[in-house]
């Protein structure tokens, strides 16, 4: 398989240091967090914890709309957003496209609008492509690929002036079906790097995507395929966006095998090493679908959760065919400080056009440790002075935190008054008023005892 995998730091340690996860328990080497960010997304940190506490996933607090897709070129069926910040401005990028009884009622265009927020979008007049004998619309690609077209900006630091914003989508000329990719100076004005798909494995009807990775320093596209009449995910990887590895399938280790539509797959910006996916679970049946998240720590075994995130009671009109898609984008938005924007589709088919909403998490805030009661981690190493953590305590609720050898035995003086309230980077003081670098580079484990509440991630660093 070539593809990327990030380092595992799994070996051997004594007997009394056991992963308990899974129903067979080995022995595990302690795990080396340095001084970056990690998320309780899964029980890779996990050693044991009480039969009151879980992973629990959270769901995102519905905001406002953002976008109409009111213009002709677009319509009810507009689709395959994607959104993130470049500098001072934010872009999007989606399909203008529009049905009547469910065939399409005029051809594909790429549209693309941009927003000093993150949430009031203009649709700029970019004098590009023709519509109807006009060019005062915002078509920013005409041609192929305008079924799924998937722009980013290139974060590869060797990236070339002219090649700065890329994309990828499908094509299927006669003899030539598959993934193209594009390239562009400004966002704008777009030109294929290459005549012939570049990407042939794999069924490419929904949004695939591609992004540079910051930890394993390659290209990383993440496409759609059928398993057994399934659709699902494919993964493969680049070094120059043009010539691609053979695709791997991801893995779910327990989770139901269940239709995948698109993926909204990326790096989380904060922590990296953790990719982060908002898959959309299709239904056939009904042919309705729903987000849910799923996170990984080598690109292609993934933790799948199966409540959706964004259900379809959420507001409005997300219980029709195809009407409650996660669009591919994580922003943060200015003045909106530890909060996270997503954005979802609603009334696809059901009228004249389609709408954007906007939805926030707190920061880190996909997965929380829950309940009432002890959480034990596996070994950790770690840099820094202080430990921070993202939590919050419901009413009466109380976070205590203590740090432990690697055997578990409590450290003296490493235990902190319990924690209540609410604080997505609260540095933890120690009773004793040591600080955490005290035991830097040396096997330790947290011990958080929980009693209604909630944490979501935690990080050493200096102070």
């Not at 499908?170 to 704008?188: A, C, E, M, N, T």
């Not at 440790?369 to 002075?385: A, K, S």
């Amino acid at each position: 398989m070539n593809a990327p995998t990030y380092r595992r730091l799994i070996g051997t340690i004594p007997a009394l240091c056991l992963f308990a996860c899974d129903s067979t328990a080995v022995a595990v080497d302690a795990i080396e967090v340095g001084s970056r960010r990690e998320l309780f997304v899964d029980r890779h940190l996990i050693d044991s914890m009480s039969d009151g506490v879980q992973l629990q996933v959270q769901q995102p607090e519905p905001q406002q709309v953002v976008l109409v897709t009111g213009e002709p070129w677009e319509g009810n069926t507009c689709a395959y957003y994607s959104i993130f910040q470049d500098g001072d401005i934010y872009r999007m990028y989606y399909r203008g496209s529009h049905a009547i009884d469910m065939k399409s009622a005029h051809p594909e265009v790429t549209c693309y609008a941009e927003s000093k927020d993150g949430i009031h979008w203009t649709k700029p007049k970019l004098g590009l492509h023709e519509w109807e004998g006009s060019k005062e619309n915002n078509i920013v690609w005409k041609g192929i690929g305008t079924h799924c077209f998937v722009a980013f900006r290139d974060a590869n630091p060797d990236c070339s002036a002219a090649a700065r914003y890329k994309a990828i989508s499908r094509g299927r000329p006669l003899g030539q079906k598959g993934l193209y990719v594009f390239q562009s100076p400004d966002g704008i004005h777009w030109s294929l790097m290459k005549d012939e798909p570049v990407i042939t494995q794999g069924y490419f009807d929904s949004q695939n995507l591609a992004f540079w990775d910051p930890v394993t320093k390659q290209y990383v596209d993440y496409h759609r395929t059928f398993t057994n009449k399934v659709r699902s995910i494919l993964m493969c990887t680049s070094d120059d966006f043009v010539t691609w590895s053979e695709p791997v399938p991801l893995t779910y280790p327990d989770a139901p095998n269940q239709h995948l539509y698109t993926n909204a797959i990326r790096p989380y910006p904060p922590a990296p090493h953790i990719r982060i996916g908002f898959p959309t679970r299709y239904m056939p049946k009904t042919q309705q679908v729903e987000p849910v998240f799923m996170s990984s720590r080598d690109g292609v075994t993934f933790h799948r959760f199966s409540d959706a995130v964004i259900p379809q009671t959420a507001p409005e009109d997300r219980d029709g065919n195809r009407s409650n898609y996660m669009t591919n984008g994580l922003v943060e938005l200015p003045g909106h400080p530890n909060e996270l924007s997503v954005y979802a589709t609603e009334a696809y088919y059901t009228g004249p056009d389609s709408r954007v909403r906007r939805f926030t998490y707190r920061k880190d805030g996909f997965v929380a440790l829950h309940g009432t009661g002890d959480v034990l981690t596996r070994p950790l190493v770690f840099d820094g002075n202080v430990l921070s953590l993202n939590y919050r305590c419901a009413a009466g609720g109380a976070i205590g935190v203590q740090l432990c050898d690697a055997g578990g035995v409590p450290v003296p003086g490493f235990k902190c008054a319990p924690l209540t309230g609410d604080d997505t980077d609260h540095r933890i003081h120690w009773l004793s008023g040591q600080a955490s670098g005290k035991l830097a580079g040396k096997k330790i484990r947290l011990l958080l005892t929980l009693k209604n509440a909630d944490v979501f991630a935690f990080q050493f660093v200096d102070e």
